[in-house]
């Protein structure tokens, strides 16, 4: 359960003006300043899809707002393999910061920092500016706040395995798939120097990509139609050498997307002579080889390489782990919040994307508050009339409800109370109302750590803090079963809108609502409208647009820059 409590503003700063001749103006104008109430103190940490999707729907005029974040731009993630190639630019994909806040009406202002550490208690963070290659020195600062947005994303995810940190790259940041284009044509020039063996050559041209998911198949194909289209013509004498290599420890690529995806880009990757090797743990990686155990058979490989990415998942931050340790959190991998976003044990933070998950409330843990709140009449049975009444409450708190009665292909509670042989009972007890519903909670699932989730949630916390007042007298929210009245607001749902998984050579896979799967040709041009309609303004959607036309026509750039 959660209540977001906010004073608004009672004067937005208009003046209000009176009427007296003469004299008393300043004094007037003074008393005028001391009706206005303060603005609640918000800081908002980072500027990622969670981050530029609240401040991009939250009306600024009730908050002080305050934005701080280690850069000043949004970078549209999604499309970071194909920056790792030249697909596209690096400029293309982002958008500064302060170009978003000049169309919001209000004020936001911009803090260029990191914040280091969260203060709980006191409501501060902490913040160092983090400027490079300045001969002004990196400044220490602090910022109160009244509510704290926390969402700083995750880092990458090493499971502390040797040599990762050292030898790996990833692709988190813009700065990420720049190194990484820079390293491939490194690659490709070394390659290609007199007086090395074959086998040194083969070293060199050998990409490996670490993790099976849609980033690690995204750069594979990107990489496999660089090498191909472009790399191939430039470097025809080492063409052949070169090497593309998936490691997975599942027994599939694309294990989160449909059967029939994992199944088509397996066989797509094998056509293009990409190799996967799918249950298959990496234990270390050194400056030129990486060692996996086989699940299958238990033996150890070690396998040369010129490159590696690293795209296995991720991680949490320090600061959001110090965090953790302040609040009670310190046994859990992930941050915690309820189903209204706000931190658990962390009565004014909220947090939202790759930082945090959702920790849903188990129907069995409420059984007997949930049977008392139905049993209107004491009696200690529960009729279906009386579970009618409060079952809509109970999908909104409890969403495993409802799936649970769609994956039984149930058509309605009554299918619920069905006992052993199938018979329809009227009413239930508690014994048996726990014995319809012991099952529920199988159906309980964590959100992926996608743009999608994070960018859903930064739209609904802002309308939240938006409609604070009008939600506090008119609550819109389902019923506290733990106390009386409704609460204020619905928690958030997640509603997914598919995925896409492009797999080189023009075509895609998708997997849409309705367990609608699409994959070739089409897809890929259905991928490019809906990346291209997605972006955050029009400047980065012609200039993206503009990229893959320029692709088409002269082929992608193979600068070490």
């Given amino acids: 359960m959660v209540d977001i409590y906010l004073v608004l503003c009672l004067s937005t700063g208009g003046m209000v003006a009176y009427s007296e001749p003469q004299s008393g103006i300043s004094t007037q104008r003074t008393e005028t300043k001391q009706v206005e109430t303060k603005k609640k103190k918000m800081v908002v940490l980072g500027t990622g899809w969670a981050g530029i999707s609240f401040m991009k729907d939250l009306d600024p005029s009730f908050y002080d707002v305050k934005v701080v974040s280690p850069r ?41 920092a990191e914040c280091t550490k969260i203060d709980a208690a006191n409501k501060k963070v902490f913040c160092q500016s983090t400027f490079e290659n300045s001969s002004v020195p990196n400044r220490v600062f602090t910022l109160e706040y009244d509510y704290l947005v926390i969402a700083v994303g995750a880092q990458v995810n090493t499971f502390n395995i040797p040599g990762v940190l050292e030898h790996c790259h990833f692709l988190k940041e813009v700065e990420d798939a720049q190194k990484i284009r820079r390293t491939v044509i490194d690659c490709f020039e070394q390659a290609v120097l007199p007086g090395l063996s074959e086998e040194e050559r083969r070293r060199s041209l050998h990409f490996v990509i670490v993790g099976g998911g849609p980033t690690g198949v995204e750069f594979a194909a990107e990489l496999h139609d660089y090498v191909h289209e472009d790399l191939g013509k430039l470097y025809p004498s080492v063409q052949d050498l070169v090497k593309i290599t998936v490691i997975q420890s599942g027994d599939h690529i694309l294990n989160t997307f449909d059967e029939r995806i994992s199944e088509f ?145 149930m058509k309605g509670i009554k299918d619920l109370w069905k ?86 050579g023009e075509q895609a896979a998708a997997e849409l609502p309705g367990d609608w799967v699409s994959m070739g040709h089409s897809t890929q041009w259905l991928w490019y409208s809906v990346y291209a309609s997605k972006q955050v303004s029009w400047r980065t959607r012609l200039l993206v647009v503009a990229d893959w036309m320029r692709r088409f026509i002269h082929g992608r750039d193979s600068s070490g820059i």
């Fill in 72 to 112: 000043n731009y949004f970078a549209f993630t999604p499309l970071l393999p194909s920056v790792t190639c030249g697909t596209v630019e690096a400029r293309s994909i982002v958008e500064p910061l302060r170009n978003i806040m000049k169309k919001r009406t209000g004020e936001f202002e911009f803090c260029e």
């Fill in 265 to 409: 880009a397996e066989k797509k990757f094998s056509r293009d002579g990409i190799e996967v090797q799918t249950g298959c743990r990496v234990v270390g990686v050194s400056n030129d080889s990486i060692t996996m155990n086989v699940k299958l058979t238990g033996e150890m490989n070690s396998v040369p390489y010129g490159m590696v990415v690293w795209s296995t998942g991720v991680g949490t931050q320090p600061v959001i782990r110090d965090f953790m340790e302040q609040i009670g959190q310190g046994k859990r991998h992930v941050l915690a919040t309820d189903e209204w976003l706000r931190v658990k044990g962390c009565t004014d933070a909220f947090a939202l994307g790759d930082c945090a998950t959702i920790d849903q409330r188990k129907v069995m843990d409420d059984i007997a508050t949930i049977f008392e709140a139905a049993d209107e009449d004491k009696s200690g049975t529960l009729t279906v009339k009386e579970f009618q009444d409060v079952i809509e409450d109970i999908i909104v708190i409890y969403p495993q409800v409802d799936l649970y009665l769609k994956s039984r292909h």
């Fill in 419 to 504: 006992d052993s042989e199938g018979n329809d009972r009227d009413e239930v007890d508690i014994e048996q109302f726990k014995l319809a519903l012991c099952h529920v909670d199988s159906q309980m699932k964590s959100l992926p750590a996608t743009a999608q989730v994070a960018a859903q949630q930064g739209t609904y916390l802002a309308k939240c803090f938006n409609r604070v007042q009008e939600c506090k007298a008119n609550p819109e929210g389902p019923r506290r079963f733990n106390g009386l009245g409704r609460h204020k607001f619905r928690p958030f749902r997640y509603k997914h809108f598919g995925q896409f998984a492009p797999l080189g």
